[in-house]
């Protein structure tokens, strides 16, 4: 299986900020990565899909940026909703695997 | 708008079984592919299983090939999860989702005795 180490666990950051999750991929996976938020008790909800395409109505302060093994979320100019869990997803072989998870707290 | 909402999430005991249903609306269903994934508060989101759109191809996870079914009738607008041989370690939320864009809200199986 494809393994996703994403980078960091958690942060702390203020209203405002620039804020960048990696996840880098155990094989090279073309731009088959996802980036997903989620809240808690909520499902996850696709930001990013093909590794830097904006999901629909996911505000553009998130971007997406990376290929082969290597990719960043970033979020420029942190806002009070965008407190919370960020996951990253490969899907370019079965299985699909996420990553760890990065938690984003003031 | 696509919805996915899942039910038959509850309380089960070890070795017993559980049948997850996830109806869809907004889409046209039987073009798009599904999965299931759980997620756990100590092992994270983990992928179960996908079906193709007519139901004729199915992928699984190593951790639950051979006890979990995924299945489909694309007259009825769902998706089934049949969990045979339940242990503890498959408790979870368990989300239906259609491409990893749009999820169910999510249901939550415990396996307990």
């Known amino acids: 299986d494809i393994q996703m180490t994403q980078a960091p666990s958690s942060l702390s950051a203020s209203v405002g900020d620039r804020v960048t999750i990696t996840c880098r991929s155990s094989?090279?996976?073309?731009?088959?990565l996802a980036w997903f938020q989620q809240k808690p008790g909520k499902a996850p909800q696709r930001l990013i899909y093909?590794?830097?395409n904006l999901q629909a109505g996911a505000p553009s302060r998130f971007s997406g940026s990376g290929s082969g093994t290597e990719f960043t979320l970033t979020i420029t100019g942190l806002q009070p909703e965008d407190f919370a869990t960020y996951f990253c997803?490969?899907?370019?072989?079965?299985?699909?695997?996420f990553g760890g998870g990065t938690t984003v707290d003031i | 708008q696509v919805q996915l909402v899942e039910s038959g999430g509850g309380v089960v005991q070890p070795g017993r079984s559980l049948r997850l249903s996830c109806v869809a609306s907004?889409?046209?269903?039987?073009?798009?592919?599904l999965n299931w994934i759980r997620q756990t508060p100590g092992r994270g989101l983990e992928w179960l299983a996908a079906?193709?759109?007519?139901?004729?191809?199915?992928n699984y996870a190593d951790s639950v090939k051979g006890r979990f079914t995924i299945s489909r009738d694309n007259s009825k607008n769902t998706l089934y999860f049949q969990m045979d041989r339940l242990t503890v370690d498959d408790t979870a939320v368990y989300f239906c989702?259609?491409?990893?864009?749009?999820w169910g809200q999510g249901t939550l199986v415990i396996v307990s005795s």
């Open positions: 079906i193709s759109v007519d139901g004729t191809a199915t």
């Open positions: 989702a259609r491409d990893f864009g749009f």
């Open positions: 907004g889409y046209t269903f039987n073009r798009y592919a």
């Open positions: 997803l490969q899907h370019s072989r079965y299985p699909p695997t």
């Open positions: 093909t590794a830097s």
């Open positions: 094989l090279p996976i073309g731009n088959a």
